[in-house]
DNA sequence: ATCAAGCTATTTTTT
DNA sequence: ATAGCTTGAT
């Protein structure tokens, strides 16, 4: 430990009692939380008893290698420091106490996909006069709703203005649909933990007395209902130990509170308080400017980055035509770059292009296909979120969970075995008026109903074999029970059917059995590998989490966003649209407070940086098809001290933006005056 | 049950 | 501009 420097050594000796690390980009933060673990074993802590939580799995995972090496082999028998995300957390709290809240402890978790099914039943026949709510609409709605804790009940007896009534209506139903099919969303895993904590204190306790050393890494986003199960989880050992930078807090709009770091000398008086300000990341010009940005937010905690690396080309900022130039130059830049003289070629690795939006990557994915540059979009359609991927492991959740109904009513007829619509339509009916799961109440349905006998035999044949799966799970390993389940079901002709394109049901096919190549993996590395565990590590993957990605990565140059770019570096970096409407976005400039988020955002992506940057803006930029002119940032000229400019910028695009909002407001009030004369008829999923 | 043509709404970020 | 849906014909 002998190389950190004495802000770092601060950091990483102060084992007791609370203390916050105010870590800089680029300080270094990921190398103390991985000293501090370390340093904690050495002095005798037990490693069992030390959590560490980090915000993405692949953090979690990251950090786990890298304390693993400081410590050497592992002794066999002693179990490691418990490294992982808050959701992964709360699932395994939750599936200890499940039952306590009313849950089975086998529950599914439902991802983002699965919660747009059931904001799609939920919205089915309502609307108000003022037109309909999208089902993203009334997601972040309930989103906002569950992380400061309000329930339906609350959320009805509040709401104020068409929309939200309707959403707060949407909510509960959506709300009872999850509690029915024994299954928690994201927000849920946070909530009901919370809820344990609150309503179970043995639980709580228990809980709470399995650590002594509590580390929470990207603390600046962490939102209300984390906030509560940190105190809940440190308030008895009080070894707790906070690392973020506020200026990095870039997820307000999904309830994180920058508060929580700023506040955090309030909650914990005796909290001692280490700066990282070293940044060892990026060239001097571009933490210069970095540091000029940043200023212009007014509530943060006072930290300047000190440069360790001096010397380095100023960063340039570059204005294209629109956004196709854009792309063609940037690619241009890069292939040059990745040219280079004979004897410093840039690997593409070592590149990336940053983005707000994720209409942004279009452009530039066809231009360096075009150029034949091997690049990574992060954050597109995951593994996971494939048709077949999906597929496979809603039946793997129908076999834990048969009261999950979106999965249930997912395989039901996937393969396509003779149950239609009518059919599905009359159960659902049925289920609902027992009140009761369809799965259960299958049996009875059947006898019940009057169903085709050709209906009633296929029904009886499907759970027939769900009840077959059922039974072997636990005592064959899961890829077999897979490789059976594909085989069984003929998975492989059914794609085979659904996409006679050359090649496409080959490539589905090959995602499925990389799906079956993931469980395997998983049960050679799980020392205790369930069904259930391997189903909760593909939910809460990450996004552009699969495999080992880092392969694919080598070689590639890097297209992300900026959210997805926290925590990276990359030697050379391309921010592009820094345009009033996109960074900062229309919206947030709009919602009037946004705009300090979005600076932060900006400020992530210019500490991305390690060696050179290149911004760039257009003079224009096609919006629905048609060219619509560009505000420069005001980000740019803040960034270069000049803050008379950027606040002209500013006005400017604001009162742009208010007129295209006005219009906006009228056409949509003409809509809705407008006969309404659709009929929202969808496939009968309920409820 | 399947498919192509036509219509439409689009305005952020994702564990 | 375009993805994603509905619609109407097989």
Known sequence: MADLNPDQHAAVNTLAGPLLVLAGAGTGKTRVITYRIAKLIQTGITPSRILAVTFTNKAAREMRDRAQRLLGRRVKGTKPPEISTFHSLCVRILRRHARRLGYPETFSIYDRGDQETLARNALRDIRVSTGTLRPGDLLSLVGGWKNKG?????????????????????????????????????????????????????ARFAEATRFDHLLIDEYQDTNDLQYRIVKALADRHRNLCVVGDDDQSIYGWRGAEIAHILGFQNDWPDAKVVRLESNYRSRAPIIELANTLIAHNTTRHQKVLRPFREGGAAPRILRMEDENMEAEQVVQQIQQLMLGEADHRVPPSDIAILFRTNEQPRAFELEMRRQKIPYVLVGGLSFYDRREIRDVLAYLRVFANPSDEVSLLRVINTPARGIGSSTLEALIEYAVKEGKPLWTVLPNALEELELPTAAISRIEAFRVLIDGFRAKIGSIKLSELMRELLKTVDYRTELERLHPGPGEAESRWLAVEELVNAAALYEQREEAPTLLGFLEEATLADRDDFGDDDKRERHAVTLMTLHSAKGLEFPHVWLVGLEEGILPHQRSVLEGRGVDEERRLCYVGVTRAQDTLTLTFTKARMKWGKPRPSIPSRFLMEMRGDTERARRAGEAAEAMFRKAAEAAKQAEERAAEAPAKKKGRTLAKRR
């Open 150 to 202: 309000i329930t339906p009940d609350q959320a009805s007896s509040t709401a104020e203005g068409d929309k939200v009534e309707l959403a707060a209506a949407a909510y509960a139903r959506y709300q009872s649909q999850l509690k029915a099919a024994g299954a928690m969303d994201f927000d849920d895993l946070l909530l009901q933990t919370n809820r344990l904590f609150a309503e179970h204190a043995e």
